[in-house]
């Protein structure tokens, strides 16, 4: 299973969701643990400035941004919609 250390602007942002986006988060973040590329995750590479991130699908408009720091630690960077990426 995965380690996961959440940034303190993933905190912040994890805060301000809409409680069914938590909810969905936790159920995600579940999955994530076990297999972090499970097709129901949705998990996609980025690219330019953030190529070396990835990130997973909460829902169709949220999404969660993290860094492999190696095969088994994860640094959740942030939490929303697609400005994330901004």
């Known amino acids: 299973m995965l380690i996961i250390y959440p940034?303190?602007?993933?905190?912040?942002?994890y805060k301000q969701l809409?409680?069914?986006i938590k909810?969905?988060?936790k159920q995600k973040?579940?999955?994530f643990r076990e297999n972090p590329f499970d097709s129901r995750?949705?998990?996609h590479k980025l690219k330019g400035e953030l190529k070396e991130c990835?990130?997973?699908?909460?829902?169709?408009?949220?999404?969660?941004?993290?860094?492999f720091i190696n095969r088994k630690t994860v640094l959740y960077?942030?939490?929303?919609?697609?400005?994330?990426?901004q």
Do not use: C, N
Not at 7 to 13: A, I, Y
Not at 54 to 67: E, G, K, N, P, T
């Open 7 to 13: 940034s303190k602007k993933f905190e912040k942002s």
């Open 18 to 20: 809409p409680k069914q």
């Open 23 to 25: 909810i969905k988060a």
């Open 29 to 31: 973040d579940l999955i």
């Open 41 to 43: 995750l949705k998990t």
């Open 54 to 67: 990835y990130a997973y699908s909460v829902d169709y408009s949220y999404r969660v941004l993290f860094h």
């Open 77 to 85: 960077l942030d939490i929303g919609t697609h400005r994330i990426y």
